[in-house]
């Protein structure tokens, strides 16, 4: 196979064509840019030129070789030491108006609270303790909520909450017996649902999530409180 100079200007030579016989001008790595950096107007340009343009199935195909190409790291594991090193090179570099989806800081309390590793714990405890099991209907497993008997915003308000730390130290937002396990239609049958005032609603047309007639005694599942009051005890 024939070898050329590479197109940098390094004297580098190389073989013409690469393993899937495509032409090469540049040794891998190199490029008339090689040792260059690029202005930010420069890059800017580059940037927008770029901006909703999509992929050929050749440039595809090319990313796909190259990530099956790069193999040098499988099977490899980092050792402790490593692992931690990439943490902290990490650390805070895409968080809050670092990170690529944030809005301004428009995240509520409540989101929150509930998306913190102390409220998803909370959450498996009550599942854990009444053996996911729905405590209304009997339900086993699926989609089940954990609900609070006391209103979760209620709880904030009786207490002040403001900051996100203060509601990891208010014993009674994480009170196991304020916690009940209920399927997904008697959770949205509870009086405090959704933080607003329930009343008896029968299964009629979009009311029930499982209905399939008109009435509570067409809906698939009338055991499970369709039309019927319902208070959690």
Known sequence: MSLIFCG??????????????IRRKYIKGHSPNR????????????SESHLGVPLSQKHKNGISRGLLENTHLLGHIHSEKTKEKMSNSQMGKHSGEKCNFWKG???????????????KQWKRDIFKRDNWTCQKCG??????NAHHIKSFHQIIKDNNIVFLEESFICDELWDLNNGITLCMVCHRLTNNYGNK???????ESGDCPYRFGTSPKDCVYPHRGCGEDYETK
């Open 8 to 21: 940098c200007g390094c004297g580098e030579q190389r073989e013409e064509f690469d393993k899937y016989n």
């Open 35 to 46: 040792g260059k950096s690029h202005t930010e107007e420069s890059r800017k340009k580059m």
């Open 105 to 119: 800081g428009i995240s509520t309390l409540d989101n929150l609270i509930r998306q913190s590793l102390q409220y």
């Open 139 to 144: 339900w086993f497993g699926g989609n089940l």
């Open 197 to 203: 005032k329930r009343i008896n609603r029968p299964c």
